[in-house]
Nanobody, 124 residues
């Protein structure tokens, strides 16, 4: 069992930056693939980025490539999402997710554990 708690959301102007953190409790964090998803009002929850348990492999949605960076610190049981050059269309609730896996899942239903989410609002 893994418990996930996100933090770092807030209100930022377009062009600004935020860093989201997801602290995990439970066993064997370093064996879990970690992902960041987001869900805007009235829309589906979509994958933003995920990272392998070693940190050696990452995936980014096209909409965030070059602006967002996912990273993890297995010693601290924490995964991060650095978000730069934020746009109003990045406004959403952001969720951290975990799955024990040897590949990088893409679909929401492939992830087993979820945090409660943190809200990000980007003003124009």
């Amino acid at each position: 069992q893994v418990q996930l708690v996100e933090s770092g959301g807030g209100l930022v102007q377009a062009g600004g930056s935020l860093r989201l953190s997801c602290a995990a409790s439970g066993r064997a964090f370093s064996s879990y693939v970690m992902g960041w998803f987001r869900q805007a009002p009235g829309k589906e929850r979509d994958l933003v980025a995920d990272i392998s348990w070693t940190g050696g492999s990452t995936y980014y949605a096209d909409s965030v490539k070059g602006r967002f960076t996912i990273s993890r610190d297995n010693a601290k049981n924490t995964v991060y999402l650095q978000m730069n050059s934020l746009k109003p269309e990045d406004t959403a609730d952001y969720y951290c997710a975990a799955r024990r896996s040897n590949w990088l899942p893409r679909a929401t239903e492939e992830y087993d554990y979820w945090g409660q989410g943190t809200q990000v609002t980007v003003s124009s």
